[in-house]
């Protein structure tokens, strides 16, 4: 599965990693550290070199008890770190509800729209659309005001489903492709710890929905609540949570701690046989070693093995030797084969 972010084309056959990037003084984890332009734009750029794949840049504090700011404040905040970041070599996303935001980050270079709200607004839904940008859809019960006051499901997981399977289909109707879109359960936006924990389990049923699913786990008060850690320990608990909600079926995962997620990911990618981008995609034909071409050319071939000996890859078929490409990564996969044999 691929995801259209502007110019960029994301595979999905392994987990992503949006880092995120708070240019507010109250978020709730890191509120105040990269309110200053350079030292958003310095974040941002420590992230990607810790690997982040997506890089979310937020003007606005959504965390329970937030108070809204005015458009042109949010403007004021993102707008000098998003042109400071163009040409980046990876795609950046603007978190906001405000359409004018949406429009000026657009037009600014953005490739992707996180909107809290799910493109409910008429205006967001038109703007995003004419962006030819991917935007993420999130559900949540209430406004930050009062979202914690007393969320309430029967059933939360078929209830959040079928928010967003109605988001999907109005998204679709105003020209949005479906591989323009992803789904964001909205942990702790008017949940519960129960109810958190119950999306959680139930990720695969949103997959489900045909459309990547992203998981925002990082730091969030459900994980203190588990584990009786204030928000700047949390970063083993955020870890967990982002392997497990990639376990249920989240293709994208959103954090704080970059480095220790990709790292994380990387060991949960070499067991599940998709480790190819993840551990090697640093590599160039001017640092790739003839030791590490070897162990491309290792992990490559068990994980070709293995899809065939489970039945889930049949290379003589076309379809499957375009799977075995896409498992390999064949530009990397020959390129190893040039170093390692000379």
Same mark, same amino acid.
């Given at each position: ?23 507010? +003084? ?7 550290? *990269? ?41 004021? $905040? ?38 809290? #709200? ?21 559900? =949540? ?36 492709? $479906? ?9 702790? @936006? ?21 459309? +990547? ?20 320990? $949390? ?20 954090? *704080? ?14 067991? #599940? ?14 640092? @790739? ?15 070709? $093995? ?7 890859? #049949? ?5 499957? =030797? #375009? ?20």
């Amino acid at each position: 599965m691929l995801l259209l972010c502007g110019k960029f084309q994301l595979n999905l056959m392994r987990p992503l990693v949006m880092g995120i990037v708070n240019v507010t +003084p109250d978020s709730f984890s890191d509120g105040g550290q *990269h309110l200053r332009r350079d030292a958003a734009v310095a974040h941002a750029q420590q992230l990607i070199a810790e690997g982040a794949d997506i890089i979310d840049i937020g003007g606005e504090s959504t965390r329970p008890g937030a108070q809204p700011v005015s458009v042109q404040e949010e403007l004021d $905040r993102v707008l000098p770190v998003i042109e400071s970041l163009r040409g980046t070599p990876v795609p950046i996303s603007i978190d906001t509800c405000k359409s004018q935001v949406m429009q000026a980050a657009i037009a600014a270079g953005v490739q992707m729209v996180n909107d809290i #709200n799910s493109l409910q607004d008429a205006a967001a839904m038109n703007a995003v659309a004419a962006g030819n940008v991917a935007v993420c859809l999130m559900h =949540r019960q209430g406004d930050p005001q009062t979202m914690q006051a007393k969320p309430y499901y029967q059933d939360v997981v078929a209830e959040v489903r079928e928010f967003l399977r109605g988001r999907i289909a109005a998204a679709e109707a105003a020209g949005i492709g $479906r591989e323009r879109i992803v789904i964001d359960p909205g942990f702790g @936006f008017g949940k519960t710890l129960a109810h958190n924990l119950a999306l959680l389990r139930g990720l695969e049923k949103l997959a489900g929905l045909g459309v +990547p699913v992203l998981a925002g786990l990082s730091r969030k008060s459900m994980l203190g609540a588990l584990t009786g850690q204030d928000v700047e320990h $949390r970063v083993h608990a955020s870890v967990a949570a982002a392997l497990l909600a990639v376990q249920h079926g989240a293709s994208i995962v959103r954090v *704080h701690d970059v480095r220790a997620t990709v790292d994380a990911l990387k060991v949960w990618n070499a067991v #599940n046989g998709v480790s190819h981008e993840q551990l090697f995609g640093h590599l160039t034909e001017d640092n @790739f070693t003839a030791q590490e071409a070897a162990e491309y050319l290792d992990v490559s071939m068990s994980t070709f $093995r293995r899809f065939v000996a489970s039945g889930k890859l #049949n290379p003589s078929s076309t379809v499957g =030797r #375009n799977q075995m490409f896409a498992v390999a990564d064949l530009k990397a996969f020959k390129k190893a084969l040039k170093i390692a044999h000379g």
